[in-house]
């Protein structure tokens, strides 16, 4: 592992743990070179997933800018850290075990709008309005409408 201050190729491992959840080993480095400490995770990838883009372009699966979204909707938000890398590792397990390498994006936000409902409702509007493309006020009215009829309807029924 190379070290991300000075560059160099020998690293130590000083300390493995497993994460809170358990999807993921924990491990400090520390480089023999500069001195300088860093963490890095060790993640169990089933298979290569690449992105089919909205004009047709083909990109590899990206799960950092996939956490970088789903963390800018949930920003200034009551959700505990590990909340949310459990939602990140069960969206990756899940696009990952859906049988096909190639995954639409609009099926990985189809996944995330679901995670988020059940997450925080402030969050899935505020990805909603990316996803969605929402362009003025009366977008975001809409479709705070038609969440609260949805809401309702679930209500009812129970």
Do not use: W
């Amino acid at each position: 592992m190379r070290c991300p201050f000075c560059n160099h190729s020998d690293t130590a491992v000083k300390d493995s743990r497993n994460t809170d959840d358990l999807s993921a080993i924990r491990r400090r480095r520390f480089c023999q070179e500069c001195g300088s400490r860093f963490t890095t995770f060790e993640r169990i990838q089933l298979r290569d997933l690449v992105v089919i883009k909205k004009d047709g372009n083909r990109v590899p699966f990206d799960r950092d800018k996939l956490a970088r979204s789903i963390v800018m909707a949930l920003h200034k938000r009551a959700v505990p850290v590990e909340r949310i890398e459990r939602v990140i590792s069960s969206i990756v397990r899940q696009l990952e075990t859906s049988g096909d390498g190639e995954i639409e994006t609009q099926t990985i936000g189809s996944i995330v709008m679901e995670a988020l409902i059940n997450l925080d409702p402030v969050a899935y509007v505020r990805f909603a309005s990316i996803y969605h493309e929402f362009n003025d006020v009366s977008d975001f009215i809409d479709f705070i409408s038609q969440m609260k009829d949805s809401a309702k309807n679930v209500q009812e029924a129970l």
